[in-house]
């Protein structure tokens, strides 16, 4: 069993498009994906981010799929689609917040902060469910060192659960903004 390797981001470092970080930014993270690559023998990397969320954001290209197709490594798309997130559960993002929104008076001041931190609070009762779609998705690379790009917000969960599926894992940066 291979070792995965974990790296938080803010999900705007993963793609080009609309609501990305600068072309600057995404190159640098890029260089760095690239040395890890190298020096780490990974064969897979694989990411929090789904074709449809891509589309979504008005994305071209994945940071890390641009990385390994350079470097002839694989790359595996790991976030749950509408679809699957619906079979798992999980409903969308805008159903929540049109929920949290009906309950907070109209015309109190701090209402759509108030309606997103809610709205953010909800969708993390969401996280395990998709940390474990995301193992589903890596368990027939086991035996490949793997690169693992997901949010911040993930790293130390998502860690803990590997571990837990006796996976071997550790965290290469917590938060890429921060180190940056």
């Given at each position: 069993?291979?070792?995965?390797?974990?790296i938080g981001?803010?999900?705007?470092?993963?793609?080009?498009?609309?609501?990305?970080?600068?072309?600057?930014?995404?190159?640098?993270?890029?260089?760095?994906l690239k040395?890890?690559v190298?020096?780490?023998?990974?064969?897979?990397?694989?990411?929090?981010l789904?074709?449809?969320?891509?589309?979504?954001?008005?994305?071209?290209?994945?940071?890390?799929?641009?990385v390994?197709?350079?470097?002839?490594?694989?790359?595996?798309?790991?976030?749950?689609n509408?679809?699957?997130?619906?079979l798992a559960?999980?409903?969308?993002?805008?159903?929540?917040?049109?929920?949290?929104?009906?309950?907070?008076?109209?015309?109190?001041?701090?209402?759509?902060?108030?309606?997103?931190?809610?709205?953010?609070?909800?969708?993390?009762?969401?996280h395990t469910?998709?940390?474990k779609?995301?193992?589903?998705?890596?368990?027939?690379?086991l035996?490949?060192?793997?690169?693992?790009?997901?949010?911040?917000?993930?790293?130390q969960?998502?860690?803990?659960?590997?571990?837990?599926?006796?996976?071997?894992?550790?965290?290469?940066i917590?938060?890429?903004?921060?180190?940056?």
């Amino acid at each position: 069993m291979h070792m995965i390797y974990l790296i938080g981001v803010e999900h705007k470092i993963q793609y080009d498009g609309s609501y990305a970080k600068s072309q600057q930014e995404r190159d640098k993270f890029s260089i760095y994906l690239k040395q890890q690559v190298l020096k780490l023998k990974i064969s897979l990397i694989a990411e929090e981010l789904s074709e449809e969320a891509l589309r979504k954001y008005k994305g071209n290209n994945s940071t890390a799929k641009l990385v390994a197709k350079e470097l002839n490594v694989i790359h595996l798309f790991c976030d749950p689609n509408t679809n699957e997130r619906k079979l798992a559960g999980i409903p969308p993002k805008e159903e929540i917040k049109n929920e949290i929104e009906k309950n907070i008076p109209k015309n109190y001041i701090h209402r759509y902060q108030l309606r997103d931190e809610k709205t953010n609070e909800e969708m993390k009762k969401y996280h395990t469910i998709r940390e474990k779609f995301w193992v589903e998705k890596i368990k027939n690379y086991l035996n490949q060192g793997i690169l693992f790009i997901c949010g911040a917000e993930h790293v130390q969960s998502f860690e803990k659960l590997l571990l837990e599926n006796k996976c071997k894992a550790s965290i290469l940066i917590m938060d890429w903004d921060n180190v940056i």
